[in-house]
């Protein structure tokens, strides 16, 4: 159990990671909303990771077994930072993952509070307010009105606030241009039912230096759709970022690259 800076307990399972791996490489790892770390989909994701670096997963607030309430993306910050930090005191390197709704968290994090060595974001919006699916239409649905919120409670534990934002946090696209020198790799299905591709090539271009987009044929969305090779694929990537912060503190930057993906 973490605390964050403003009170909220975080529910959190940490994985010690590969043998000789010991207080190298910590990913922390951030599901989507409604999501869980205890949730199977999750759980697969962080067993895959587990075999690159060790993992510390967490539950944002107001979700499974954290207190608190959802705000969908802005205090949920503070819960990724307490994370952060917590795996700051057992590794070297600290990389976070996120999935949707901590996908933007992630890049938040990133840009406002940095003390990560890499990004990873993953089936993530590019701006808020997007109704242009059914899912994302429906997803409105369940945070805007009381049945939907009683619907959340009931069915997925979780709980959200009553209210809109004020102020409105900085919208992803935003976020990522205050990432670098930070590595940055943003990944998004070309089947995403939720964000169409617009949301990547957003975020992508918004990017600084260094940064990689991975546009993956036939992958949906998020922790669900997520495939061992496209975990596994990640996993090297982070190793090699962790490299790149190190050449970049040696004064070598990395470049850009873009990359489609069967």
């Known amino acids: 159990m973490l605390r964050t800076s403003d009170g909220v307990r975080i529910d959190a399972g940490h994985l010690p990671g590969p043998m000789g791996n010991t207080g190298e490489l910590g990913i922390v790892l951030a599901h989507g909303f409604t999501g869980s770390w205890r949730s199977p989909a999750t759980r697969r994701i962080a067993a895959v990771l587990a075999r690159y670096g060790g993992v510390l997963a967490i539950d944002f607030r107001g979700h499974g077994r954290s207190s608190g309430l959802s705000t969908v993306g802005d205090l949920e910050v503070l819960d990724l930072d307490a994370a952060v930090r917590h795996a700051r005191t057992a590794y070297r390197r600290v990389v976070t993952v996120g999935f949707s709704m901590g996908a933007a968290v992630a890049l938040r994090h990133a840009a406002l509070h940095g003390g990560v060595d890499a990004v990873v974001a993953v089936s993530g919006p590019a701006r808020w307010y997007y109704r242009g699916t059914r899912p994302m239409r429906q997803v409105h649905w369940a945070i805007e009105h009381p049945a939907g919120r009683l619907a959340a409670r009931l069915a997925k534990r979780t709980r959200i606030a009553v209210g809109r934002w004020d102020p409105i946090p900085l919208a992803p696209y935003e976020a990522v241009a205050m990432i670098a020198p930070t590595p940055l790799l943003i990944v998004h299905g070309d089947a995403d039912t939720f964000f169409p591709l617009e949301h990547p090539n957003q975020l992508f271009e918004a990017a600084q ?51 489609d993906t069967g």
């Open 209 to 259: 230096h260094p940064k990689e987009l991975w546009i993956e044929r036939g992958y949906g969305h998020a922790e669900s759709a997520a495939t061992p090779d496209l975990i596994r694929r990640i996993g090297r990537w982070l190793g090699r970022a962790c490299v790149w912060t190190e050449e970049r503190r040696g004064a070598k930057r990395p470049g850009v690259t873009r990359e």
